[in-house]
Nanobody, 115 residues
């Protein structure tokens, strides 16, 4: 069974930074796509940033220029560096990995940005 474990959430003031980590229980190359989603209270879960086909980076328009996805293949870990955080970035952030057979979610890590 493949597992994804997130860490790095917390409380930060507007304009601050956080780095989220997602550790996979197996090689990240096993996934066809891998990245981050978020769900704010009362809203649907939305894509934040991910690696798609051929490991192309994709970003939501709302985070372009502020968030950066990266990976450490040796550690089976994907990161999300979040800079210039805004109150509207407040949400539970989920790591996601998709293969031909599975769509795997982490348990989520909460990010709260105070104004």
């Amino acid at each position: 069974q493949v597992q994804l474990v997130e860490s790095g959430g917390g409380l930060v003031q507007a304009g601050g930074s956080l780095r989220l980590s997602c550790a996979a229980s197996r090689s990240i190359f096993w996934f066809n796509a891998m990245g981050w989603y978020r769900q704010a209270p009362g809203k649907q879960r939305e894509l934040v940033a991910n690696y798609g086909k051929d490991w192309t980076e994709n970003y939501a328009d709302s985070v372009k220029g502020r968030f950066t996805i990266s990976r450490d293949n040796a550690k089976n870990t994907v990161y999300l560096q979040m800079n210039s955080l805004r109150p509207e970035d407040t949400a539970v952030y989920y790591c996601n990995g998709q293969s031909d057979a599975l769509n795997v979610w982490g348990q989520g890590t909460r990010v709260t940005v105070s104004s």
